[in-house]
């Protein structure tokens, strides 16, 4: 399967009126850094809201404890992307920056978002599903 037109750019800068940014957060929604911080600066991420929809992001938690704990936040996200196909979610390397953890950990969380054409992934992402 061709996924080249669902990989999600390393640097997003601006976003089409139908696109969400979908990134990485903290429980507490302290939005202080990394793709956490440009989602509040730029795509309407709501201080002191970690998980969901806001604004024009979409904030998955991955810093409260393992894979496992991030794994329920990820299926819900794929849900709701799932019921909102006129939106095209923009899904960052969640996980792999702040929160240390590498994309061969938290692609696998991703493996239900293959037939969800609205969601896009990293390069690195979908070179590690399709393995």
């Known amino acids: 399967m061709d996924y080249s037109s669902r990989i999600t750019d ?3 800068q601006a976003l089409k009126p139908d696109e969400v940014f979908v990134f990485g957060s903290n429980l507490a929604g302290f939005h202080g850094g990394g793709a956490a911080r440009a989602a509040f600066n730029k795509f ?3 201080w002191g809201q970690g998980v969901g929809i806001q604004g024009r992001s979409y904030a998955i938690p991955t810093m409260q404890g393992g894979v496992e704990t ?3 936040y990820v299926d819900e996200f794929i849900e709701y992307a799932r019921n909102h196909p006129e ?3 923009l899904v960052t390397e969640i996980g792999c920056g702040i929160a240390g953890f ?3 950990e938290i692609a696998p969380l991703f493996a ?3 037939n969800v054409g609205n969601i896009s992934l990293p390069r ?3 070179k590690v599903i399709e393995s």
């Open 124 to 126: 690195r992402f979908w």
């Open 102 to 104: 590498t994309p061969e």
């Open 70 to 72: 991030i794994a329920p």
């Open 44 to 46: 309407g991420a709501i």
């Open 87 to 89: 939106k095209k979610f």
């Open 112 to 114: 239900g978002a293959v």
């Open 10 to 12: 390393d640097f997003i």
